[in-house]
């Protein structure tokens, strides 16, 4: 099966300017999940969709990012403006199963490496 | 959340058996342990996932101690494109639809050949 796709694959803006990331997760998969990973650290959960609706996005800067997920598949994750600390690798990664499961392996894109000036 | 701790970074050489330590001495009855790794310049992708019995399948074993307290992630024989960063995680399946990944430093291990 095709994997989780996000573009652009890189990205440089400046300081207070707008972007947005894109993904399409594997077709079938329920949930989606946006992450942020500074270099040298572990991803971070920004955002947990399932379908279309939010399950979690208590670590999303909400006064500076927004996502969406039209019709409960593509997603869509904006920074508006940037700050210098918004440098990183932004992931999506999507899963198959909804609601609890003891099995709900994430699949994860190659990310969209964010460079602010 | 409960928290893992491991070392951050592993030497390796190539066609040995390599063993990946995880403490969690929070772990509470109901958090599965999950390995993750990622190699360089990808995004992370899944390794294996246990309860408490171990747990074995094409990439890994995963030994999972009597009291759950640690875990080991072994690489039977390491190869050359197994040097990626290994994250152990503490996840609760009845959590947020499925429980977020709460990823830590991890271990970065490197393979000489």
């Known amino acids: 099966e095709a994997g989780v796709a996000q573009s652009p694959r890189y990205k440089i803006i400046e300081k207070r300017q707008s972007v947005a990331f894109w993904c399409n997760p594997i077709?079938?998969?329920?949930?989606l999940y946006w992450y942020q990973q500074i270099l040298g650290q572990g991803p971070k959960l920004l955002i947990q969709f399932q379908n279309n609706g939010v399950v979690d996005d208590s670590q999303l800067p909400k006064d500076r990012f927004s996502a969406e997920r039209l019709k409960g598949v593509d997603s869509t994750l904006k920074i508006q403006p940037a700050k210098l600390e918004d440098s990183a690798v932004y992931l999506c990664a999507s899963s198959r199963t909804s609601g609890s499961s003891v099995y709900n392996e994430q699949f994860f894109g190659p990310g969209t490496r964010l460079t602010v000036l | 959340d409960a928290k893992t701790t491991q070392p951050n970074s592993m030497e390796s050489n190539e066609e040995e058996p390599v063993h990946l330590p995880c403490n969690h001495s929070?772990?509470?009855?109901?958090?599965?342990i999950h390995w993750y790794r990622q190699l360089p310049s990808q995004g992370p992708e899944y390794v294996i996932h246990?309860?408490?019995s171990n747990v074995n399948n094409r990439m890994a074993s995963l030994a999972i101690a009597e009291d759950r307290k640690s875990s080991t992630l072994i690489l039977h024989r390491a190869t050359l494109r197994d040097a990626a960063v290994y994250y152990c995680?503490?996840?609760?399946?009845?959590?947020?639809?499925?429980?977020?990944?709460?990823f830590g430093q991890g271990t970065e291990l490197s393979v000489k050949p």
């Open positions: 929070t772990i509470s009855g109901t958090d599965y």
């Open positions: 246990g309860l408490t």
């Open positions: 077709s079938g998969h329920a949930t």
């Open positions: 995680i503490l996840r609760d399946p009845h959590y947020n639809q499925g429980g977020k990944l709460i």
